[in-house]
């Protein structure tokens, strides 16, 4: 959801591409600007759900779609600024340039496209609709809490408005000081608080880090398509130390820290959580109680993929009448 994600993609990229090299690019006549009221939500998610569940079994490496379409949705919206009101998921901008050739969105072109065949079968949700859908279900069909969820996105016919880059998180600044700084920079620009920002990192609980994405290597969590406090209770209880070999090989990649296995890794930005003192007091609840964090969660990231929507704002009901 796997949700704090570093610039250079570390989030779940596929791991079997060949699975889905099927999917054909956007055809224009599938294109439409927003989802239609009629869109049958229920039929769209019950079909992202089976898309999962296929793809995880014709890979049968432990790896799946479930963290990828978690960091769809994610990159999507969260190019959000509250001082301009730019960027989000509305306009669904990042297929195309300068969105689509960004670091941060390296790989997330397999992403879309394994969504193509859902798009041709249900052509009234919009694009902006599905990826973020896709992100809801992801984190569902992995066992995590429901997520509100509305439709009304709207399809932009080119990335002309894009924001610019550089709105997504980094994995590391250089400096535990500078990350923790960055980390807030980025989340509160979007109108988060600290513990909204330590909720939506729990998602690190889904996905792995590949090296030919990102440059990073490993998954956060033994359960990398399970839903829970995992990431938490990990960041708490392990002992974490600089990754220095490979393979036995020396490490050449970027800084990253692993367990005494090396077989599960944390990010700079997230061994920040528990350096900083108002954020360790919140992954120390999280890793206590799991309720606490799927509600903060569900909260969290339906508000993300709504930032920057322009959503009919109810009349209130004196107007009605």
């Not at 898309?51 to 379409?69: A, C, P, Q, V």
């Not at 959000?80 to 998921?89: A, F, I, R, V």
């Not at 919140?282 to 990231?301: S, T, W």
Request: net charge negative; hydrophobic share 40%; with cysteine.
């Amino acid at each position: 959801m796997n949700v704090f994600l570093a610039r250079a993609t570390h989030m779940a990229a596929p791991a079997a591409v060949a699975t889905i090299v099927l999917y054909s690019n956007f055809p224009s006549d599938v294109h439409a600007k927003a989802s239609s009221p009629k869109t049958d939500v229920k039929a769209v998610k019950a079909s992202i759900s089976d898309l999962i569940n296929t793809d995880m079994e014709k890979r049968g490496d432990g790896t799946s779609l479930i963290g990828t379409f978690v960091r769809l949705a994610w990159h999507c919206a969260g190019t959000y600024s509250k001082l301009d009101k730019s960027g989000g998921c509305n306009g669904a901008r990042m297929r195309f340039d300068p969105e689509a050739s960004w670091g941060a969105n390296a790989g997330l072109n397999v992403a879309r496209a394994a969504l193509e065949p859902i798009k041709e079968k249900y052509p009234d949700i919009s694009y902006a609709d599905l990826y973020t859908l896709a992100g809801v279900v992801a984190v569902e069909e992995a066992g995590g809490p429901e997520i509100p969820f509305r439709i009304g996105r709207e399809d932009y016919e080119s990335g002309e408005t894009s924001p610019p880059d550089g709105r997504l998180p980094d994995a590391d600044k250089g400096s535990k000081i500078k990350t923790i700084a960055h980390i807030r920079d980025i989340f509160y620009r979007m109108g988060f608080d600290d513990r909204e920002i330590v909720a939506l990192l729990g998602a690190h609980a889904l996905g792995r880090c590949h090296t030919d994405a990102s440059g990073y290597w490993g998954p956060w969590t033994f359960a990398e398509n399970t839903f829970s406090n995992e990431y938490f209770r990990l960041l708490l209880d392990e002992r974490w130390s600089p990754k220095l070999t490979h393979n036995g090989k020396v490490w050449d990649g970027p800084d990253q820290y692993e367990d005494n296995t090396g077989k599960l890794m944390m990010l700079p930005s997230d061994i920040a959580l528990v350096q900083d003192p108002s954020f360790r007091k919140i992954v120390e609840l999280y890793a206590k109680d799991e309720d606490a964090f799927f509600k903060d969660f569900a909260k969290a990231f339906s508000k993300l993929l709504e930032l920057g929507v322009p959503f009919p704002v109810a009349k209130p009901w004196w107007q009605v009448w």
